[in-house]
T-cell receptor
Framework: AQSVTQLGSHVSVSEGALVLLRCNYS??????LFWYVQYPNQGLQLLLK??????LVKGINGFEAEFKKSETSFHLTKPSAHMSDAAEYFC?????????????FGSGTQLTVLP | EPEVTQTPSHQVTQMGQEVILRCVPI?????FYWYRQILGQKVEFLVS????????KSEIFDDQFSVERPDGSNFTLKIRSTKLEDSAMYFC????????????FGPGTRLTVT
């Protein structure tokens, strides 16, 4: 079984400030980890993913995340927030199940960017 | 760029009625999924489908739910007798099943049960 915990259901940052969204996971097998973004009234868009290899992964829109096995974390960061980054962000873990891999999502973090 | 599409975008139905939510996955994808998101809550896995059969289903996916791939392009979720608590956004997703297992999501269907 796997689970995801996102600390902070709401995060506010000023435009130009560092964005840090926290995600911790639990998985009995090596995890595949994902960050998805959801803009209002839209579906889920993949920001980035970790499968194997390099633990620092870069995604779209300047976001990156680092897989830290010892801390069971996969925090999402962006050096400088833009107004367009305001959205809800979901961390997800994937585990093998049968012939498919279901995603288990965290509760989400609503990011507000202040002018 | 290929994308997953879903119809309708919004469905309103009365309690006890049957609804069918439709999805067209990306054409070369082999694995299909349904997730739901009750307003203000997390996205939850419902079911995965591969090779014309269910691979896995969650405890949410009870006998009121069924999935079907009626032809080579559509993937449907049927709720036989809707309840108020079925009101949610339903997302379809698909992937190729390659090592990365990245899933591509559709825009969702908002189901409102009155």
């Amino acid at each position: 079984a796997q689970s995801v915990t996102q600390l902070g259901s709401h995060v506010s940052v000023s435009e130009g400030a560092l964005v840090l969204l926290r995600c911790n996971y639990s998985s009995s097998v090596p995890p595949y980890l994902f960050w998805y973004v959801q803009y209002p009234n839209q579906g889920l868009q993949l920001l980035l993913k970790y499968t194997t290899g390099a633990t620092l992964v870069k995604g779209i829109n300047g976001f990156e995340a680092e897989f830290k096995k010892s801390e069971t974390s996969f925090h999402l960061t962006k050096p400088s927030a833009h107004m367009s980054d305001a959205a809800e962000y979901f961390c997800a873990v994937s585990s093998f199940s049968g012939s498919a891999r279901q995603l288990t999502f965290g509760s989400g973090t609503q990011l507000t960017v202040l002018p | 760029e290929p994308e997953v599409t879903q119809t309708p975008s919004h469905q309103v139905t009365q309690m006890g009625q049957e609804v069918i939510l439709r999805c067209v996955p990306i054409s070369n994808h082999l694995y299909f999924y349904w997730y739901r998101q009750i307003l203000g809550q997390k996205v939850e896995f419902l079911v995965s489908f591969y090779n014309n059969e269910i691979s896995e289903k969650s405890e949410i996916f009870d006998d009121q739910f069924s999935v079907e791939r009626p032809d080579g392009s559509n993937f449907t979720l049927k709720i036989r007798s809707t309840k108020l608590e079925d009101s949610a956004m339903y997302f379809c997703a698909s992937n190729t099943g390659t090592v990365s297992y990245e899933q591509y999501f559709g825009p969702g269907t908002r189901l409102t049960v009155t």
